[in-house]
């Protein structure tokens, strides 16, 4: 059995309590590999090496100097593509196609990030002869990161290659039931002679060692990704230190189709948007508004898409895999079961491969409708392969039932006509808004993050670095 271990101070440990958690490959439901449970006091070790490094030697470390080590990482992951995503698709269940792009996506954060650590400027501020005001963006110092499971390789990179770019040291806390490839990332870091006290790696379950890392007094800013529900008690610790934190909670993000759109190009991408990672993806496009004058036609040919789709083991290297566990599992057939309670009709559904292990954690993706705007089925985040149509006759219409829910992260805009496109991407409220495309192949280089209960901050691009980021005034007086 393959065992990840925690990751402190350069030295790959045990938690000092000596308890595991086994990890379960999602397409067999086979215990492959174990991680350490850790507890407080795993994270108070990581913690202290993370302040420690960025004491004494992180902080002088010239910028250039910090890129060129992340230029290295970045390398090292392109030349090891297909071994980190048959680790990542193990451990996840995606097929292995969408895990080398999780792969590829994952060497260019370090890539770009690699190029930007010397390009944090600050302003010169204009006030009065005699004054000289100027601000610089220092880092914060020690960053947290608490990341999911449902990308590992991709959102591990992200936050860990911006914030040690800004300048921090980092102290990780992956997910529980996904995280070899965040360990195998933090291995190419030491290999390409990255300090090894910057980057420390703690595992364990979220509610046990979670807070002990939010609250601890070493740790000066907390990156989250996850749910709105775990976001709000990772914000409640932080308070109890008056630390700052970046957000990235989840969606029920719209595709919103005019009937002058190229239903061609649109209908692949809106079809990808809700099966990629089995729709366990914060910017999944879960919700299908579509225009009434244009709703049979499109509905003609996509429901025949729908219903070819595949899903299969991640080596099946089908449309789809499995879910990354039995608990999530039974998330997603409870909204099956709340929409037949509904009556709402099935329109569309894939199949599953007779030749999956029966110990695996699959669904069908299915597209139902019409659902009614006030639905649960319309307004909660499902987090699985499940598309809700929803009719609208104007465009009015359309915006309303967009900004209908409580989330906020991203939309698609799908018409040929530019005014249209600006007064959409006007009026819709959330962080992202793809107009005739959708999520942009990773987006490594454009900010990311959310509105209303979908979070605040930003991740990704160099906006994404003023978050691991404070800015600092000096005001110089001279004669
Ligand atoms: P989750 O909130 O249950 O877990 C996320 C992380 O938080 C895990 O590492 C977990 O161990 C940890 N955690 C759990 N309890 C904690 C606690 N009390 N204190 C501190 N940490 C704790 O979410 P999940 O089930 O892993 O992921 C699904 C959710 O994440 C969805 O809502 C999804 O939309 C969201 N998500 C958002 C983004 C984004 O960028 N906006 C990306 C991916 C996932």
């Not at 990890?23 to 850790?38: C, E, H, V, Y």
């Not at 593509?81 to 990542?88: K, P, V």
């Not at 110092?141 to 040291?169: D, E, K």
């Not at 002990?212 to 007094?217: A, E, G, I, Q």
Request: net charge negative; proline share 5%; with cysteine.
């Amino acid at each position: 059995m393959e065992k990840g271990q925690n990751l402190i101070s350069g030295n790959w440990l045990n938690s000092k309590s000596e308890d595991i958690i086994h990890l379960t490959n999602p397409s067999d439901g086979d215990n492959f590999a174990s991680i350490p449970r850790s507890d407080a006091n795993d994270i108070d070790l990581a913690a202290k090496s993370a302040r420690q490094a960025f004491e004494k030697h992180w902080s002088k470390t010239p910028a250039f100097e910090r890129g060129k080590y992340l230029q290295k990482i970045s390398y090292k992951i392109n030349e090891s593509i297909d071994e980190l995503a048959f680790i990542e698709s193990k451990d996840t269940g995606k097929p292995l196609k969408q895990s080398k792009v999780d792969a590829q996506v994952a060497a260019r954060y370090f890539e770009f990030y690699a190029g930007a650590a010397d390009k944090i400027h600050g302003e010169v501020i204009p006030s009065q002869y005699g004054i000289n005001s100027f601000t610089k963006r220092e880092p914060h110092g020690v960053t947290g990161h608490i990341i999911p499971w449902n990308y590992p390789l991709q959102m591990g990179s992200r936050t860990f290659a911006a914030s040690l770019a800004a300048g921090n040291c980092i102290v990780i806390k992956p997910a529980e039931e996904a995280c070899l490839s965040v360990l195998k990332i933090a291995n190419f870091a030491l290999e390409s002679g990255l300090p090894p006290d910057v980057i420390n790696i703690v595992t364990g379950y979220g509610e046990e060692i979670g807070p002990y890392l939010c609250k601890h007094s070493d740790i000066d800013h907390v990156c989250f990704t996850g749910s709105p529900e775990v976001g709000s008690i990772v914000q409640q610790n932080a308070a109890l230190n008056n630390k700052s934190c970046t957000m990235e909670l989840g969606g029920k993000s719209p595709h919103i189709v005019f009937s002058d759109c190229d239903l061609e190009s649109a209908m692949p991408v809106i079809l990808n948007s809700i099966i990629q990672n089995s729709g366990q993806t914060c910017s999944a496009g879960s919700r299908l508004l579509i225009d009434e004058n244009v709703k049979e036609k499109f509905l003609s040919i996509f429901i025949d898409k729908f219903s070819k789709l595949m899903v299969g083991s991640a080596e099946m290297d089908l449309d789809m895999g499995p879910l990354i566990s039995e608990t999530q599992k039974n998330r997603v057939i409870s909204f099956y079961n709340k929409s037949k309670d509904e009556n709402i009709p099935i329109l569309a559904s894939g199949s599953i491969s007779k030749n999956v292990s029966k110990n695996g954690y699959y669904v069908n993706p299915v597209l139902i409708g019409p659902v009614p705007v006030d639905s649960v089925l319309a307004k909660d985040e499902i987090f699985g392969p499940y598309l809700s149509m929803i009719p609208f006759s104007n465009e009015e219409e359309a915006i309303s039932i967009a900004n209908g829910t409580d989330y906020g992260l991203t939309a698609g805009v799908w018409t040929k006509d530019g005014s249209r496109q600006m007064r959409l991407a006007n009026s819709l409220k959330c962080g992202q808004v793809f107009i005739n495309c959708y999520g942009a192949g990773g987006g490594v280089e454009i900010p990311f993050g959310g509105m209303k209960k979908s979070g605040f901050g930003r991740e990704k691009g160099m906006e994404g670095l003023k978050e691991l980021t404070v800015c600092k005034t000096i005001v110089q007086k001279f004669n």
